[in-house]
């Protein structure tokens, strides 16, 4: 084939420029009164529009979608997601959008498909600003009501806080004084910390009484609980002041080796505040890390070289070579850890620096530092693949520790550019023959899966011949993996037919039929397909059994679909729970809650309607909960009800609150009066600081 070779002229010249120039930034259009914009876009495009605004003005904007259904979202000049629009129109007429500008500044206006389906349709739509003027009074009153409901928020956290001297279980507080500073955290720094200290001073009494206590492993789980959450907040306000509670709250050795598996997983911790403070303070990063390593290994230090090296490559250098030293002294295959930290430090000490780039802002480019010699890089290589090859699994246990080491090890190596390890090819060669040794170290459950694999990807008659060759104990978990498959590309009644005919267990037939039909339900309502969802689970004889699908599905039903569907649907979904205004059993009571929550999002009112029979009810079970409370479960510690040990009272109470936490954001004063019909203090406490943090930090509206 002949092959052409093209002159560059000076016009094309001149426009790979032009498109170099505009190379990776996405283009904004200016919307202006009167002149309409018309745009293409498919499944994960999106565009986006600005309007800039004065204080107090309205503006209204107008999307006509041809032939695509799609959401409009506006943002405000702060970077925050004020509201997401889509009518119930389809694929063609306009979604209307209005925007009051409470502050000054620019605003953005994304357009993207509702649908992300792979089988969705491009289409157009044309953009255009149809009204610009300033915002009437009513006008300016809604577009403040989430100011005035974060500052209603706050006023009722300032009220929890005089409250929190009262709670007399110290995990309670702790929590509460947590979550309040999480959600303070840029209204007042110095109150923050405050909290923050008292805080880690309950944490540190709370370890102390683990030691005496009779249920030391349930004290000793809730107090890493506590610590984990803690973590969360006090590592995005102050990285040091993290790393001192870290040391300062450590758990005993003998529970994390026990417990965790680890001897010190507070390692993986500290790592990752190193990680934070690289940049910025490469020094004191390194110090971090490489105190961590007389205690043990993570793979997260090679992600700590990487942070220091983009500000400082020599102290990056110094920290990678200490890592490899530590790393040549012990067994690389008695944790994954060690195993990990040394692949994912050669991986980096391959990668060249990004310090090491061209000047820019008239700042010379950082000196690139190797992290490795020649001769360190190698060596820790020779010693990895040592331990790794010599490995032989023990015939009796063939899943050990080090099997897992091993392999990691190996597939890390292998994984590698060749120009990094500079193998050659016989030393491949034996670490593929060596990863086909250990994969075949169970020759039976090998055979297994590779029959799996293959029924998976056959047509279904050449499966069905599969399965009937296949030895007798392995047949009804085929046909169970043949059936789901074919159900889940569209032929359930064929799926049915495979259980039908091919399991011979009557009992495990009959739960495998259940199963498909559940995946049926569940794949209506991904596919929006409601009507054929309620069918399925009308067809559910087993009231429990449909409680619980309903529970499953209430997570799916939001996805893609348009508010007035997904309305709809949740009315029906809570007609199939029954007419019974209160909860028959725990499960009943769940989906319930979620239903509410649902309608909540959706800035529904209806979950009002849901909750309120089952606080009357909820107070009752708290009570009767206070008299069986060590009968089973421990519900009460210190006389309050636990709300993080796990019984199930205690998990009502939290998906109750949180529940009427985002019904907080419908009507503020409404979900008020409903914590408050709460008798014990401690849920209304939950509460109080639920519908804060909905109010502070409200999700983006749906209209």
């Known amino acids: 084939m002949r092959r052409f070779k093209p002159e560059l002229t000076l016009l094309s010249i001149v426009l790979i420029f032009v498109a ?16 309409p914009v018309k745009k293409t876009i498919g499944r994960g495009q999106q565009h986006r529009f600005s309007v800039a605004l004065q204080a107090d003005e309205f503006a209204q904007v107008i999307v006509d979608q041809f032939g695509i259904d799609v959401v409009v979202r506006v943002i405000s000049p702060q970077g925050k997601v004020l509201g997401e629009f889509d009518s119930p129109n389809g694929t063609i007429g306009p979604e209307t959008v209005s925007i009051v500008a409470t502050t000054a500044g620019t605003y953005s206006v994304d357009v993207f498909p509702l649908s992300q389906s792979q089988d969705i349709r491009p289409g157009s739509f044309e953009i255009r600003l149809a009204a610009l003027r300033r915002a009437t009074p009513p006008e300016l009153q809604a577009a403040k009501t989430p100011e005035i409901a974060k500052a209603r928020g706050l006023a009722l956290l300032n009220a929890v806080l005089q409250t929190l001297p009262e709670v007399r279980s110290v995990q309670t507080r702790i929590r509460a004084q947590i979550q309040i500073a999480g959600l303070l955290q840029t209204v007042d720094e110095t109150l ?16 102390e009484s683990a030691r005496d206590s009779e249920d030391e492993f349930q004290r000793y789980n809730t107090l890493s609980q506590l610590r984990n959450e803690a973590l969360q907040v006090i590592g995005q306000l102050d990285p040091e002041l993290a790393l001192t509670f870290i ?17 010190d997983p507070d390692i993986g911790l500290e790592l990752n505040l190193a990680m934070k403070i690289g940049p910025k303070d490469p020094g004191r990063a390194v110090q971090i890390a490489e105190d961590t390593l007389a205690r043990g290994h993570s793979a997260l230090m090679g992600n700590v070289v990487t942070a220091v090296r983009n500000s400082n490559p020599a102290l990056a250098s110094r920290l990678a070579k200490a890592t490899a030293a530590k790393l040549q002294e012990g067994t690389l295959l008695s944790s994954a850890d060690a195993g990990n930290a ?29 992290l490795l010699s020649e001769q360190e890089f190698q060596s820790l290589l020779t010693n990895v693949l040592t331990q790794a090859l010599s490995f032989t699994p023990a015939p009796e246990n063939p899943y050990s520790q080090e099997m897992n080491a091993a392999r990691n090890i190996l597939n890390g190596v292998k994984s590698m550019p060749a120009e990094a390890h500079r193998l050659s090819a016989a030393n491949m060669a034996t670490i593929e023959e060596k990863l086909q040794q250990l994969a075949q170290a169970n020759p039976r459950d090998r055979f297994n899966q590779t029959l799996s694999q293959e029924v998976n990807k056959a047509p279904v008659d050449r499966a069905l ?3 009937a060759e296949a030895p007798r104990e392995m047949r009804d978990s085929l046909y169970q993996q043949l059936a789901q498959r074919v159900a889940r590309e569209g032929d359930l009644n064929r799926g049915r037919q495979i259980l039908n005919e091919g399991m011979s267990n009557a009992q495990q037939r009959r739960n495998a039929l259940n199963n498909l039909e559940r995946q049926g339900i569940s794949d209506a309502v991904n596919k ?34 348009k508010k007035d569907v997904v309305l709809s ?20 009571m769940n989906a319930l809650l979620q239903i509410a929550a649902v309608f909540s999002r959706q800035g529904s009112t209806r979950g009002f309607e849901i909750v309120e029979p089952l606080l009357d009810q909820f107070n009752e079970l708290s009570a009767a909960a206070s008299t069986l409370s060590g009968f089973g479960q421990e519900y009460y510690k210190d006389g309050e009800l636990s709300l993080g040990n796990g019984n199930n009272i205690g998990q009502l109470a939290v998906q109750l609150t949180q529940t009427i936490g985002g019904l907080a954001l419908t ?33 983006p509206l749906r209209w």
Not at 23 to 33: T, W
Not at 194 to 203: E, K, P, S
Not at 575 to 581: E, F, M
Not at 669 to 682: G, I, K, N
């Open 20 to 35: 170099l120039q505009g190379y990776g930034r996405a283009q904004v259009d200016s919307l202006q009164v009167g002149t």
């Open 528 to 561: 929006g397909r409601f009507d054929d969802a309620v069918r399925g689970l009308v067809a559910i004889r087993s009231t429990n059994e449909r409680v619980n699908m309903i529970s499953s599905l209430l997570g799916q039903v939001e996805r893609g679909q």
């Open 667 to 699: 009507d503020f004063d409404r979900a008020r009066q409903d914590v408050d019909r709460l008798r014990r203090p401690e849920v209304r406490l939950a509460g109080y600081i639920a519908m804060a943090r909905q109010t502070i930090n409200p999700p």
């Open 569 to 588: 649907f949740l009315d029906q979904l809570r007609a199939l729970l029954g007419t019974s205004a209160v909860a028959e059993n725990q499960n009943h």
């Open 192 to 207: 923050v910390r405050r909290l923050v200290n008292d805080a880690t001073a309950g944490i540190q009494e709370f370890k």
């Open 247 to 263: 040391r300062s709250t450590r758990l005993p050795e003998d529970y994390t080796i026990q417990y965790m598996g680890q001897a």
């Open 465 to 467: 011949q599969m399965i």
């Open 342 to 370: 040394a692949i994912s430090l050669l991986r980096i000490a391959y990668t060249p620096s990004t310090a090491a780039s061209a000047r820019r802002n008239g700042i010379a480019p950082l000196v690139d530092v190797p």
